[in-house]
């Protein structure tokens, strides 16, 4: 029997996570396979099917074709790029217009209704039009401020904020899945300091330092300084990156940023981001803070030159 992988390997995605990421069965992506060619996925050493990040871009479009009336005969056997013209044709030119124009808006409209799976479906979308490093910094970026300020004018509620975490953490967590078992410099261990609970920047930042070309290693939320120092010391880590939520205070971080940086290796970064990063003040080289995508980008590419 078949066991599809929940992480990826080889670079790709299991059927499972194919199927979950498109909203197309298992059994029709193997029924096209069969009748059409494609998806024409890999095989690892086990022989389970393993679908690349283009495979799983252009099954989306696909999907998307199906819904807008084609045939499957009609779209399977396009690529990327025509199906994309495709979809910019006529009436369905000015639907996908509509629902590109205000992603944000429309995922916090499926909050308001309580629409789990329009919720889901629409995070998909998001990853198919724009893709991977976009989702992150255009969609997610905008989506978690939005509704922060939504549920601080109480026109959303706390299950809300909730339903929204679940949601965009597995999204992310499958696009991460695709950088498993590799080993690219520098590595970069991801954690929030005693205390801070909020895990959704840490992340969006694993996926995007993953696009640059880097190896994330996310050690979690709520951990102890020691924990931390001895994490970096064990995955040799080259960069240690803490994200802040708004409203912490800023002496008491300090404070556990001081400690962190006694106790890391010498020739260590210490990369720290999140709203309430913004004024802290240590002096030591290692310190860089990356409030900004672009800071994050920076810091990256100053490691590899």
Not at 91 to 98: A, G, L, P
Not at 138 to 150: M, Y
Not at 229 to 242: P, S
Request: with cysteine.
């Amino acid at each position: 029997m078949e066991q599809p992988q929940e992480s990826a390997e080889a670079g790709g995605y299991s059927i499972r996570i194919a199927s979950r990421l498109t909203g197309l069965s298992a059994d029709t992506l193997r029924m096209w396979e069969r009748r059409y060619g494609f998806p024409s996925p890999a095989r690892n050493a086990s022989r389970i099917r393993v679908y690349s990040r283009q495979d799983v871009e252009r099954l989306t479009l696909i999907a998307r074709a199906l819904k807008s009336g084609y045939r499957a005969g009609e779209v399977v056997g396009k690529d990327a790029e025509s199906l994309r013209a495709l979809l910019s044709d006529a009436v369905v030119e000015d639907r996908v217009d509509d629902e590109q124009s205000s992603p944000v808006a429309s995922l916090i409209d499926c909050l308001r209704r309580d629409d789990a799976e329009g919720l889901r479906a629409g995070l998909r979308q998001c990853v198919a039009t724009h893709g991977p490093k976009q989702f992150v910094t255009e969609v997610s970026s905008p989506l978690i401020s939005a509704v922060g300020e939504e549920w601080a004018q109480r026109r959303l509620d706390i299950r809300h904020e909730h339903m929204l975490t679940e949601a965009l953490t597995t999204q992310l967590r499958l696009l991460l899945s695709a950088y498993e078992g590799s080993a690219r410099r520098p590595v970069v261990l991801l954690s929030t300091l005693p205390g801070e609970k909020h895990g959704l920047g840490l992340e969006m930042a694993a996926l995007f330092i993953a696009l640059e070309g880097a190896t994330p290693r996310l050690l979690g939320v709520d951990t102890p300084v020691d924990q931390i120092t001895e994490a970096a010391h064990a995955l040799r880590a080259d960069a240690v990156a803490i994200s802040i939520a708004a409203g912490a205070d800023r002496s008491t971080q300090e404070a556990l940023l001081g400690l962190l940086l006694q106790k890391l290796p010498p020739r260590g970064g210490l990369w720290v981001g999140g709203a309430g990063s913004e004024g802290l003040q240590l002096a030591d080289k290692r310190y860089q803070p990356t409030r900004t995508w672009e800071a994050l980008s920076d810091a990256l590419a100053r490691w590899n030159a």
